[in-house]
């Protein structure tokens, strides 16, 4: 038996099948898919980003305006306290001065003999009528004074209920602009891969 060495066969160009695409066809057309591939994640990445800046200019937008809402609210309710307590205090003056025919007497002896005092020093006609109109007077003005108290009083309660549909109206505005209704401060942004 002879040996006889292996001689490769050589395949003409017309042999190779045509649905084989050559390597390196098949490197670009990889290539070109990573690419375009790599652009858009590249591109889906900045949209996320944007919305992420957006999300978080909305956040503190809403934070500033809660928190002026709230130091406005605050004063205001320090201001409706106040004015509670001087109508409150008003009022008292008022029903003391209405029970003209039951004076009550302060408790203290000093008090009293100031009273009785003051009292001795009005023994005319024309000391108690001077003496009459000075308190009617001061009784018209506490009721002048009750008046614009309660004015205020009204005008805050008023203010304070505008500015918190005028807070609610912008923060339901902020968010319908964004689109983000369903989205907090504390969810972070996804990218929805499907199913």
């Known amino acids: 038996m002879s040996y006889q060495p292996f001689a490769p066969r050589s395949f003409s160009s017309d042999a190779m099948p045509d649905a084989v695409p050559s390597h390196s066809a098949l490197e670009t057309s990889n290539a070109n898919s990573s690419q375009a591939l790599r652009a858009e994640l590249q591109t889906l990445y ?3 980003l944007e919305l992420e800046r957006e999300r978080d200019a909305a956040n ?3 934070a500033h305006w809660r928190n002026l809402y709230s130091t406005e ?4 309710r320090s201001e409706a306290r106040l004015a509670e307590e001087r109508i ?3 009022q008292a003056e008022r029903d003391r001065t209405a029970q003209v025919g039951e004076p009550s007497l302060p408790d ?7 009273i009785a005092a003051e009292l001795v020093e009005l023994n005319t006609l024309e000391a108690l009528r001077v003496k009459l109109v000075a308190v009617l007077q001061e009784r018209d003005r506490l009721f002048a004074t009750l008046r614009t108290e309660q004015v205020n009083h009204a005008k805050t309660r ?3 209920t505008a500015i918190l549909g005028d807070a609610i ?5 902020q968010a319908g602009k964004l689109g983000m209704n369903h989205l907090t401060s504390s969810e972070p942004l ?3 891969n499907g199913p």
Do not use: N
């Open 190 to 192: 996804g990218i929805d």
């Open 46 to 48: 900045q949209q996320l």
């Open 158 to 160: 008023d203010s304070l």
């Open 108 to 114: 203290s002896p000093a008090a009293r003999a100031a």
């Open 169 to 173: 109206q912008h923060f339901g505005r």
């Open 73 to 76: 609210a605050q004063q205001r």
């Open 60 to 62: 503190e937008s809403a």
């Open 88 to 90: 409150a205090r008003l």
